[in-house]
């Protein structure tokens, strides 16, 4: 420790290889895909870039310490360096309380083990998976995960906990999705009506979405999880409204496509952080391009994002389509019910 604030003659105990690790990984990243190792220093000190590091609450001590200071060596600083911190990107610390397991500690090194990853994947999809976590709130407070695989007590007529956040894109998100796809199959050639947007779903999605990006950019991801349940419940309520009130209007039908398609382009770039391959999919079919992607076209119209907005059509979707899919031991067992 340097000699100062009477914090001399003390040790400061930490894994060191642990804090240079987020640096070993983006330079093994880069050569990966071909590019110089030294590049990593850019997102330290390039102005556009922002590091965020997701971290154990007990391991805060540590990191937000020793690797910032370790993080400086690597940059060349030296302690009477005249360079301002400020040009700096430190990495912004996501502190996680715990997460237990069967409501009892787990670690590798303890009598409780958690399942790996891998096993998880026998079980839920990746997107049910990330859809759950995110939703726990970890960030104020420890949760125990309690999946109903691994639950000797489980009742078989209980729903799965794990499941019911991904169940908002398995039912209710490909449920919206699919009425609009065969709706416009059946009504309009496949193609997405360009017309003005109703007032009261660009009021939705405008207020939903910059919730969703006040909550993301605070990392109170729980809250990111319920702007996106709002959301998608609202527009499933949305359709289920106009579409009775529609009945075989042409007009209507034209009116509630261009709403429904707007909305559901919009839900999924606010899923795309989430479940990237799944939204990506989705999108693919109905043949919109990656500027989907870009956080700056969020409040675009549909046609914007069309390569030919003239000649546009979705591809058509065979009956019972899963833009969003359960795990295939879901589907088995709804097969055995």
Same mark, same amino acid.
């Given at each position: 420790?340097?000699?100062?604030?009477?914090?001399?003659?003390?040790?400061?105990?930490?894994?060191?290889?642990?804090?240079?690790?987020?640096?070993?990984?983006?330079?093994?990243?880069?050569?990966?895909?071909?590019?110089?190792?030294?590049?990593?220093?850019?997102?330290?000190?390039?102005?556009?870039?922002?590091?965020?590091?997701?971290?154990?609450?007990?391991?805060?001590?540590?990191? #937000?310490? $020793?690797?910032? %200071?370790?993080?400086?060596?690597?940059?060349? !600083?030296? *302690? /009477?360096?005249?360079?301002?911190?400020? @040009?700096?990107?430190?990495?912004?610390?996501?502190?996680?309380?715990?997460?237990?397991?069967?409501?009892?500690?787990?670690?590798?090194?303890?009598?409780?083990?958690?399942?790996?990853?891998?096993?998880?994947?026998?079980?839920?999809?990746?997107?049910?998976?990330?859809?759950?976590?995110?939703?726990? #709130?970890? $960030?104020?407070? %420890?949760?125990?995960?309690?999946?109903?695989? !691994?639950? *000797? /007590?489980?009742?078989?007529?209980?729903? @799965?906990?794990?499941?019911?956040?991904?169940?908002?894109?398995?039912?209710?998100?490909?449920?919206?999705?699919?009425?609009?796809?065969?709706?416009?199959?059946?009504?309009?050639?496949?193609?997405?009506?360009?017309?003005?947007?109703?007032?009261?779903?660009?009021?939705?999605?405008?207020?939903?979405?910059?919730?969703?990006?006040?909550?993301?950019?605070?990392?109170?991801?729980?809250?990111?999880?319920?702007?996106?349940?709002?959301?998608?419940?609202?527009?499933?309520?949305?359709?289920?409204?106009?579409?009775?009130?529609?009945?075989?209007?042409?007009?209507?039908?034209?009116?509630?496509?261009?709403?429904?398609?707007?909305?559901?382009?919009?839900?999924?770039?606010?899923?795309?952080?989430?479940?990237?391959?799944?939204?990506?999919?989705?999108?693919?079919?109905?043949?919109?391009?990656?500027?989907?992607?870009?956080?700056?076209?969020?409040?675009?119209?549909?046609?914007?994002?069309?390569?030919?907005?003239?000649?546009?059509?979705?591809?058509?979707?065979?009956?019972?389509?899963?833009?969003?899919?359960?795990?295939?031991?879901?589907?088995?067992?709804?097969?055995?019910?």
């Amino acid at each position: 420790m340097p000699n100062c604030d009477d914090l001399n003659d003390l040790t400061f105990w930490v894994w060191p290889e642990s804090l240079w690790a987020p640096i070993s990984f983006v330079q093994t990243y880069l050569e990966s895909i071909g590019k110089p190792r030294d590049d990593w220093r850019q997102w330290c000190l390039s102005a556009d870039c922002k590091v965020y590091q997701f971290i154990g609450e007990d391991n805060i001590y540590f990191y #937000g310490i $020793a690797e910032m %200071g370790m993080l400086l060596a690597y940059l060349g !600083y030296q *302690p /009477d360096d005249a360079r301002s911190l400020k @040009d700096v990107n430190f990495p912004t610390l996501v502190a996680n309380c715990h997460l237990q397991f069967m409501n009892s500690k787990a670690s590798s090194s303890g009598q409780v083990k958690p399942p790996m990853a891998a096993e998880l994947l026998d079980h839920y999809s990746k997107d049910q998976l990330r859809m759950y976590f995110l939703s726990l #709130g970890l $960030a104020k407070k %420890g949760v125990s995960f309690n999946p109903k695989p !691994y639950n *000797p /007590d489980a009742d078989a007529k209980e729903a @799965d906990p794990v499941l019911k956040d991904g169940n908002l894109l398995t039912n209710v998100l490909n449920r919206i999705i699919r009425s609009a796809c065969y709706t416009a199959q059946k009504y309009t050639a496949s193609t997405i009506p360009d017309l003005a947007v109703s007032q009261e779903i660009i009021d939705l999605v405008e207020r939903d979405t910059l919730n969703y990006e006040q909550k993301m950019a605070a990392t109170d991801f729980h809250l990111v999880i319920y702007a996106l349940d709002h959301l998608i419940r609202h527009v499933s309520k949305y359709w289920a409204k106009q579409s009775k009130a529609a009945g075989e209007d042409q007009a209507q039908i034209e009116q509630l496509l261009a709403d429904a398609f707007y909305a559901i382009k919009s839900i999924l770039t606010l899923l795309h952080p989430i479940v990237p391959q799944s939204s990506e999919n989705a999108a693919a079919r109905l043949n919109l391009n990656d500027k989907l992607w870009d956080w700056q076209h969020i409040f675009k119209p549909t046609q914007f994002y069309m390569d030919d907005a003239v000649n546009h059509k979705i591809i058509d979707i065979p009956p019972k389509y899963d833009f969003f899919e359960k795990h295939a031991s879901q589907l088995a067992e709804l097969a055995g019910e």
